[in-house]
């Protein structure tokens, strides 16, 4: 499967289901998830992501393993998004900040 990781916090472009031809996104307030169960590896969304957010999960760095299962989690219990949407408001005010797991809302 592909990983969100954090940089898409608060930022939410939503670039990247557009493209997704098995609509595996799942959609959070202010972060988006893939469902493993449906992610194929095509990685079309990766050149997507203004933020460079979504890696292979054997690219997930060893500070950021515990993203892999968030994404399984979170993908179980929020709704699909298959169309690309506005950026959170202030997007650019967060797309190079780090450490943005306690903005998460789940
Ligand atoms: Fe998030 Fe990047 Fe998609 S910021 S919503 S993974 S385009």
Known sequence: THVVLESCIRCKYTDCVDVCPVDCFREGQNFLAIDPDECIDCAV?????????????EDVPGNMQHMIKLNADL?????SI???????????DWK???DKLSELIR
């Open 45 to 57: 969304c990766i050149p997507e992501c203004p933020v460079n957010a979504i890696v292979p999960e």
């Open 75 to 79: 993908a179980k219990k929020w709704p």
């Open 82 to 92: 298959t169309k690309r949407k506005g950026a959170l408001p202030d997007a650019d």
């Open 96 to 98: 190079d900040r780090t």
